[in-house]
């Protein structure tokens, strides 16, 4: 069983930063696979960014590659979204995920564990 809890969300000026974080509770969280998602009002949930279990796999969403960067640090159970020069359409409620699939995977149902998600909101 994992329990996941994204923070870190907040409001943003266009072209600003924001590094969100994903803190997850038990021992064997460095066996799975996280992701961030996100869902905007009226629109599906969608794949952001993915980390393998020990860090070696890596898979972002064309819309974010370049900008936004996804790693963990194992030892303190903890996932990070760093997400820089951030645009109004990236405003959303972020969620983490998580698996132990291979690959991780880029679709919703393939995660195991939610977290209540953060909002980022972005003004232009």
């Known amino acids: 069983q994992v329990q996941l809890v994204e923070s870190g969300g907040g409001l943003v000026q266009a072209g600003g930063s924001l590094r969100l974080s994903c803190a997850a509770s038990g021992r064997t969280f460095s066996t799975y696979n996280v992701g961030w998602f996100r869902q905007a009002p009226g629109k599906e949930r969608e794949f952001v960014a993915a980390?393998?279990?020990?860090?070696?796999?890596?898979y972002s969403a064309d819309s974010v590659k370049g900008r936004f960067t996804i790693s963990r640090d194992n030892a303190k159970n903890l996932v990070y979204l760093q997400m820089n020069s951030l645009k109004p359409e990236d405003t959303a409620v972020y969620y983490c995920a998580a698996n132990r699939a291979v690959p991780p995977g880029t679709l919703p149902h393939r995660y195991d564990y939610w977290g209540q998600g953060t909002q980022v909101t972005v003004s232009s």
């Open positions: 980390i393998s279990w020990s860090g070696s796999g890596i």
